[in-house]
């Protein structure tokens, strides 16, 4: 929408979204995990099981993040569904109960979720196994 002032002048006004204080609070910690992310190679968790977020600003949130290309789940232990969001280097963390319900809900900044890096250890069994010719 535009409103014309004296000759020549025209002011194009905008919409700026008003988010809960909530929202503001989330995204300027994404904001500066993701700065220290790029910076330092610091990775940064919220966990976001226990905020007094509304269902609108759950959905919110979702819509502002967006959705990614990349989903893992997990089923050990009860379930872990990772999302990536369309905010590189932003993940969505859902961890389940055996039975479904949800445990822990989690937005960690990374370059790889935290749960999904492959342990020193692993690899360090997976190449004994190798080095004996027996890998199952």
């Known amino acids: ?6 000759p020549g002048l025209t002011i194009h006004e905008t919409t700026v979204p ?4 909530w929202i503001q609070s989330l995204l300027q910690e994404i904001t ?4 220290s992310l790029l910076d330092l190679r610091v ?6 099981t226990h905020l007094p977020l509304t269902p609108n600003d759950r959905q919110v949130l979702q819509q502002i993040l967006g959705e990614g290309e990349v989903r893992v789940d997990i089923g050990v232990l009860g379930k872990t569904a990772i999302l990536e969001t ?13 039975g479904g319900g ?15 890096e492959t342990q020193l250890m692993d690899v360090q069994e997976s ?3 190798l080095h004996s010719g027996v890998c199952s």
């Open 1 to 6: 929408m535009a409103t014309t002032y004296p």
């Open 32 to 35: 500066r995990a993701l700065q």
């Open 102 to 116: 949800l445990v822990s809900e989690l937005l960690e900044m990374a370059l790889v979720p935290e749960i999904v």
């Open 18 to 21: 008003v988010y809960s204080p």
């Open 43 to 48: 990775t940064h968790c919220i966990d976001l």
């Open 127 to 129: 190449l004994t196994k």
């Open 86 to 98: 369309a905010v590189s280097g932003v993940w969505w963390v859902r961890h389940y109960e055996p």
